[in-house]
């Protein structure tokens, strides 16, 4: 960059060394793959509607709980006005997400799916890798995003290892400063 002035370069400081802690965390391979978004609504925004304009021509078809947080929701439901449909999956008592019908969900329409790995009002840790496995299997091209704020510095959430495509988290559910979110976007994913 082009910084000019002291106040700038200890800002950029600043932001390389969030990246490099919040990549460690997350176990990203590179810092680029961490996006700093105004907060954890707009780190979900661009998930859920850049992924859907950029792959509009593959399927119109995203797939959520039903329980997922309120930005979630609200993204999808504007999203019907532009063709696309959304299915819900049910879960059970718990906040559980039905395996089975999350499978019978997935076909050759489907673009996205969007699971939170912690429920944010009842703390359910959903099986995000036995999802994206049955996800993948049924259709390999479907992104798979995970809104992890909730689960971000309080359980083990590895993106190299669940292997998802998009993850949004947020600094204020760490007790971090409000307006400040981010969004892991695998490498090769386009947003």
């Known amino acids: 960059p082009t910084l000019t002035h002291k106040p700038g370069w200890e800002?950029?400081?600043?932001?390389?060394?969030?990246?490099?802690?919040?990549?460690?965390?997350?176990?990203?391979?590179?810092?680029?793959?961490?996006?700093?978004?105004?907060?954890?609504?707009?780190?979900?925004?661009?998930?859920?509607?850049?992924?859907?304009?950029?792959?509009?021509?593959?399927?119109?078809?995203?797939?959520?709980?039903?329980?997922?947080?309120?930005?979630?929701?609200?993204?999808?439901?504007?999203?019907?006005?532009?063709?696309?449909?959304?299915?819900?999956?049910?879960?059970?008592?718990?906040?559980?997400?039905?395996?089975?019908?999350?499978?019978?969900?997935?076909?050759?329409?489907?673009?996205?799916?969007?699971?939170?790995?912690?429920?944010h009002e009842i703390g359910t840790i959903q099986q995000i890798k036995a999802a994206l496995e049955i996800v993948k299997d049924k259709n390999s091209q479907v992104i798979f995003h995970s809104e992890a704020s909730d689960a971000y510095g309080k359980i083990q959430f590895n993106v190299e290892d669940l292997d998802v495509d998009l993850a949004t988290i947020s600094s204020y559910k760490i007790l971090g400063p409000r307006g400040i979110g981010a969004l892991y976007v695998k490498e090769g994913v386009n947003v």
Request: hydrophobic letters at 40%.
């Open 11 to 119: 800002a950029f400081e600043t932001i390389m060394e969030s990246s490099q802690k919040i990549a460690a965390c997350l176990g990203c391979e590179t810092l680029e793959e961490v996006n700093f978004t105004p907060g954890e609504t707009e780190a979900n925004n661009l998930a859920l509607l850049g992924t859907a304009f950029s792959m509009k021509n593959k399927g119109k078809k995203i797939v959520i709980s039903e329980i997922e947080p309120i930005s979630i929701l609200h993204v999808t439901d504007l999203l019907q006005k532009y063709g696309f449909t959304t299915t819900k999956i049910q879960v059970d008592s718990e906040g559980f997400i039905n395996l089975e019908k999350l499978r019978e969900a997935v076909d050759k329409e489907t673009i996205l799916v969007s699971l939170s790995a912690v429920n």
